[in-house]
């Protein structure tokens, strides 16, 4: 089935260690997006990627960084200057271009640092 | 600026009709959106509008779009508790290099039976 795919589905770090979480699609889509999601904010955009090899800082970037080495594959570091990085993860994509290109998310990551 | 409002919560009884509302910013907005997200879940496209429609109906979703107030809302009739969940919309600006969206707050649905 096609579909986008985020593991794990909980995730536990210790403060200090960077950690990684995953995002795969077999959607063939061109842009991939990463959010942040805390109670009563909303979604925020962490980090997007139009093309394979390029990716822009979104809202808050700050102690996150990303990777797009292939067109499937979208991995979220969550880094040890991130001062708050307990939140619910989710990673999206969507075709690119001037028509509808409604966004397609995950099921979400929920990190919690312990 | 690019900023998406919304109520935070909503509650209707079983079997009433359920409006929740958006207020959007960003006029050339193109396509605008509304998700629907259950607990501990990814979110799901419900239903979404073009800009140049000021209405859109989908069996139990009607989608109303008032561009000169900038407002969208998003009707649901004979509101079940399977509704209960977080309703996020979200605006494609028109321009620029991306074609990301700008989500709303959410509003929590509360559907008591």
């Known amino acids: 089935d096609g579909g986008i795919t985020q593991s794990p589905k909980y995730l536990f770090r210790k403060e200090g260690q960077n950690v990684t979480l995953s995002c795969e699609q077999n959607?063939?889509?061109?842009?991939m997006y990463w959010y942040r999601q805390d109670p009563g904010q909303g979604l925020r955009l962490i980090y997007y990627?139009?093309?394979?090899?390029?990716?822009q800082k979104g809202d808050i970037a700050e102690g996150y960084s990303v990777s797009r080495e292939k067109k499937e594959s979208f991995p979220l570091t969550v880094t040890s200057a991130q001062k708050n990085p307990t939140a619910f993860y989710l990673c999206a994509s969507s075709t690119q271009g001037q028509g509808n290109t409604e966004a397609f998310f995950g099921q979400g990551t929920r990190l919690t640092v312990v | 600026g690019e900023d998406v409002e919304q109520s935070l919560f909503l509650s209707v009884r079983e079997g009433d009709s359920s409006v929740i509302n958006c207020t959007y910013t960003d006029s050339s907005s193109t396509y605008l959106y509304w998700y629907k997200q259950e607990p501990g879940a990814g979110l799901q496209l419900l239903t979404y509008i073009f800009s140049n429609m000021d209405m859109k109906q989908d069996q139990r979703l009607t989608v109303l779009l008032n561009k000169k107030d900038k407002h969208l809302s998003l009707r649901i009739a004979d509101t079940q508790t399977g509704d209960s969940a977080i309703y996020f919309c979200?605006?494609?600006?028109?321009?620029?290099?991306?074609?990301?969206?700008?989500f709303g707050t959410g509003t929590l649905l509360a559907v008591q039976p």
């Open positions: 990627s139009q093309i394979v090899n390029d990716f």
């Open positions: 979200a605006e494609r600006p028109r321009g620029g290099a991306t074609n990301k969206l700008i």
């Open positions: 959607l063939n889509h061109d842009a």
